[in-house]
């Protein structure tokens, strides 16, 4: 396929014969010889399976060039090779996911009804094979009870399986089971059989209960061994041990094998040709201090290429590898870039109105339910429009090429787009309008997917006329838009770095290799923060050395200036103008800077309970790591330790997992272990968290003798003290039967807090959640951003994580900040609100009401006036004020009432 011609019409694949299971979606559809890799592939071109297309390999048909009107297809294409010349490498191959067919687990072959995760995700999946409807295979038959089985090719050592935890499989297992809630119109069953319940990303733990005690989804804590067929019916019995103890057995008609990832063995083979090290699970080596950097300088690592993980964390990786390379090549910077020009833009003021309407069907996601021959006809007569079009996906490339050029021939000077959300697509089509020449704020999106096709799947009839209604609205609106002007904004080069422990050192490091000046603000007198009171990481590497090292290289960098004994008292300013106001040692000083970071860490807590401070043999976590460094003699004479897990976290006035607790202690009990092999050392878990590789030292403790005991947390859990030892009384969830504990040494993994209404967070107009860690513009598509352009947030300040990942979010936030220092001027929005002076009756409430600051009294006139760098277009003011005095550009109140008009006249 010649991807300059191809057009993406479908007729090729429309005409060949040959039909093949389609790997895409798990094998439960089928595609064509020809075909689309997935629904909105990049770049929207067809490609041809060279085996099994019949012309390749037999000489026969050639249907596809045949019909091609494009003459797009190419049978003598050959494999070229090209080299490139670079300075760095970023490998994100990705991984594969675990095959329970070749064991043939639980009858997976056997029976359409037992089907993987993936395969159920493309179920659940507009694009899917059944078009998103929750049916089963074998009958196409609603299912009313489905079970999930956790940890299927994880956690395991059986033949073929995998030792570690896939670290992704537990909340997919919660979404899924919700997700298939939802798609229910009646009830649906669903059961979820798992080991442990590691939901310990952000808000994981909340999500989790959510899902338990709001959607009902059921949680079984039970190993499944075997999954017996019933009968004809498809549907399959599942015995189990419950939480009495009993013998119990419950008929599915679904069952989904939460399958794990897997090192992909041609990108392992790739590593090593490559002169990479893997570990024994032949995924990439990397370091925690590190952690994109693999074993062969200059080449970088991210994603699951490196370890399992979640979208979140292969975001972060892939900022941070950026990061980690931008470093490297500072000194290459711009030395082969080319400035893209834009086409000059047309002046359409005083033109009649001449609107394009362009219509996404989505594949079948809008289309499946709106009816859209029916749309296309209801727009057609509308005022103003002088084109309609109907694209298959509008925001692939191709598709936006075309609109461009549709905007030049017919000379539309607005333009709307019905199509999903402009949460995340409304950019893309903005770029298409300045690609076409005209101002991209005379553009208007119609959500007809989430608000038409989504909400209203079962009643297509409501969901068109909705969608017209939207489209027409749209249309009133733009056609009463003008071009809107973006002020640049000139970005100084410096940055500011608050907090001076890992995330904060690394943060600044990135930025100061670079090339940009740096400020690096710590309020204490010592840089390194809590990570002094660690020996070692989990994979044993030396904590205190990496940061002595790392210390040394800030404060001998010359690009970075470490403030100590610091404090900020106040910020004002905007993107690319910054001014913090900071007092170290009461001297008052202000700091220039373009963008900022915040790295201000979290504590451990301290808690009021299980004689904690009243005792000194009752140590917390940190307590007993600055034991191990400062006395451990006396921690070897110790004959019995306990350790309890989850003090503090997963509770209902702080209900998150604080993530790396589990992991260290473990790593803790092992330290136990070796300085005193006798010790009886006793774990007290709800459930054990230790993701990813850190499953190795969790089996490691197991097999040396540590007990971990799973102890009922709804009921109590005392701990008192007699004249020589601690006393420990609690419910075993397996024996379910009291027990008691006497040790000597008690150590409580409380939970990590942050500071609550961090004055930080007022200061630079950014959100906190209601725990008080700083919260994140976008989980999945701006991990490391705020919603306030140019503040970015990385390590404990954001959530519990370990050092490798506050080191990656670090390299990721610096990264990050770099996109704004490199581009030295960026545009700010057109859509900000002004003032009228003429209503305005200076009553103060739109300066009281702004989260940004943007609006203040103008000195002379006493009125309000709006500062447009530091308006985000939120329309609070415009809301609140009394008199109408405040517009906002893009919505004004004629553009809003034709909206309203146009709804209320049809």
């Known amino acids: 396929m010649d991807p300059d011609k191809c057009i993406a019409c479908g007729l090729c694949a429309e005409k060949c014969p040959k039909k093949v299971p389609d790997e895409y979606d798990g094998g439960l559809s089928k595609r064509k010889a020809i075909y689309l890799k997935y629904a909105q592939a990049v770049p929207l071109k067809y490609a041809i399976d060279e085996t099994q297309c019949i ?183 599942i015995r189990y041990v419950d939480e009495a103890g009993e013998i119990a057995e419950e008929h599915f008609d679904m069952v989904v094998l939460s399958v794990g990832l897997s090192a992909n063995a041609k990108n392992a083979d790739l590593a090593q040709k490559m002169g990479l090290d893997l570990n024994h699970y032949r995924f990439v080596t990397t370091s925690s201090f590190a952690p994109v950097q693999t074993s062969r300088p200059g080449i970088y690592v991210c994603g699951s290429f490196q370890a399992p993980k979640d979208i979140p964390s292969s975001v972060i990786d892939s900022s941070a590898a950026a990061g980690a390379v931008g470093s490297r090549l500072a000194p290459a910077r711009f030395t082969r870039s080319k400035t893209r020009e834009e086409p000059p833009l047309r002046e359409t003021r005083g033109e009649p109105v001449r609107i394009g309407v362009f219509l996404c069907r989505c594949g079948t ?39 461009s050029q549709v905007i030049r021939e017919k000379g539309i000077n607005r333009v709307v787009v019905a199509a999903c959300t402009p949460k995340t697509h409304e950019p893309l089509f903005q770029e298409t309008l300045i690609n076409a020449g005209i101002n991209k704020y005379l553009f208007e999106m119609a959500n007809i997917r989430n608000q038409c096709s989504w909400v209203h799947k079962a009643d297509p009839r409501a969901a068109t006329d909705k969608a017209i209604d939207l489209v027409r609205m749209a249309i009133s609106k733009v056609a009463l838009q003008e071009p809107l002007e973006e002020p640049r904004l000139t970005i100084a080069q410096s940055a500011l770095v608050i907090g001076g422990g890992v995330a904060g050192l690394e ?7 670079q090339g940009y000046t740096t400020y690096l603000v710590e309020r204490s007198d010592r840089l390194g923060g809590k990570a002094w009171f660690l020996q070692r990481t989990w994979r044993k590497e030396d904590v205190h050395a990496y940061l002595r090292a790392t210390i040394q290289a800030v404060e001998n960098h010359p690009n970075i200036t470490v403030l100590k004994n610091t404090q900020i008292t106040n910020a004002s300013g905007f993107v690319g103008n910054f001014v913090t106001t900071i007092n170290t040692a009461g001297a008052v000083s202000e700091l220039h800077h373009g963008v900022t970071i915040i790295a201000t860490g979290a504590e451990e807590l301290k808690p009021d309970m299980y004689l904690y401070g009243k005792d000194p043999r009752v140590l917390t976590r940190l307590d007993l790591h600055k034991k191990f460094i400062d006395d451990e003699e006396s921690l070897a004479k110790t004959d019995t330790a306990v350790l309890i897990q989850c003090v503090g976290s997963r509770i209902p006035s702080r209900p998150y997992c604080s993530k790396l607790c589990c992991t260290q202690t473990i790593k803790s009990a092992l330290r136990l272990r070796e300085l005193n092999p006798d010790m009886n050392i006793y774990v007290l878990y709800r459930d054990m968290r230790p993701y990813g590789f850190q499953e190795d030292i969790f089996r490691q403790a197991r097999e040396s003798g540590v007990h971990f005991i799973r102890y009922c947390f709804e009921k109590p859990l005392s701990v008192t003290r007699t004249a020589t030892t601690l006393q420990i009384d609690f419910n075993d969830c397996v024996l379910r039967r009291k027990l008691r504990i006497q040790p000597d040494l008690l150590v409580l993994a409380t939970a990590i807090v942050p500071e609550k209404k961090n004055a930080l967070a007022n200061m630079y107009k950014v959100s906190q959640d209601e725990y008080g860690f700083f919260s994140e513009a976008h989980v999945k598509l701006r991990p490391v951003d705020f919603a306030t352009q140019g503040v970015f947030v990385c390590g404990l300040a954001h959530a519990p994580k370990p050092i490798d990942e506050s080191i990656a979010q670090a390299q990721a936030a610096a990264a990050r900040a770099v996109t704004l220092l490199a581009a030295r001027e960026i545009h700010s929005s057109g859509s900000v609100a002004q003032v009228n002076p003429g209503y305005c009756v200076s009553c103060g409430v739109c300066v009281t009401v702004c989260p940004y600051g943007a609006p203040m009294f103008d000195a002379q006139t006493g009125k309000a006036t709006i500062q447009p760098s530091l308006c985000k277009g939120c329309g609070l003011c415009t809301a609140a004020c009394r008199s109408g005095a405040i517009q906002l550009k893009g919505f004004t109140a004629p553009e809003i009432m034709a909206e309203i008009n146009a709804f209320m006249d049809h």
């Not at 070229?80 to 639980?106: H, M, R, W």
């Not at 033949?159 to 896939?166: Q, V």
């Not at 709106?370 to 490339?397: E, K």
């Not at 943060?507 to 290799?513: F, I, P, Q, S, T």
Request: proline residues 3%; aromatic residues 8%.
């Open 55 to 237: 012309y390749l390999t037999r000489g026969k048909c050639g249907n596809c060039a045949k019909i091609c009107p494009q003459h797009a297809i190419d049978y003598t294409q050959t494999a070229t090779t090209i080299e490139l010349n670079v300075g760095a490498v970023v490998l994100a191959e990705g991984c594969v996911s675990f095959d329970p067919g070749k064991q043939d687990i639980y009858g997976y072959t056997r029976s359409p009804n037992i089907l993987t995760n993936l395969e159920f995700e493309r179920i659940l999946s507009a694009s899917g094979p059944t078009n998103g409807h929750l049916v089963r295979p074998s009958d196409g038959k609603t299912p009313k009870k489905i079970a999930w089985l956790q940890c299927v090719g994880s956690r395991d050592r059986h033949k073929g399986a995998n030792g570690y935890c896939s670290a992704v499989c537990c909340t997919a297992a919660i979404k899924e089971a919700m997700l298939a809630k939802e798609h229910c119109t009646d009830f649906l069953d669903a059961a979820i059989f798992y080991l442990d319940i590691r939901a310990n990303g952000k808000n994981f733990e909340q999500y989790f209960n959510r899902a338990k005690d709001e959607a009902g989804v059921r949680f079984i804590k039970s190993k499944i061994s075997e999954i017996s067929p019933l009968d004809a019916t498809g549907r399959h019995a």
């Open 365 to 403: 996601n809008i289309a499946g339910v709106v009816d859209m021959d029916r749309l296309d006809q209801a727009v057609q007569s509308l005022p103003g429009v002088v084109y309609v079009g109907t694209n298959m996906f509008s925001c692939s490339q191709d598709t936006q090429e075309n609109i």
């Open 507 to 513: 943060a600044a490091k990135n930025l100061g290799d």
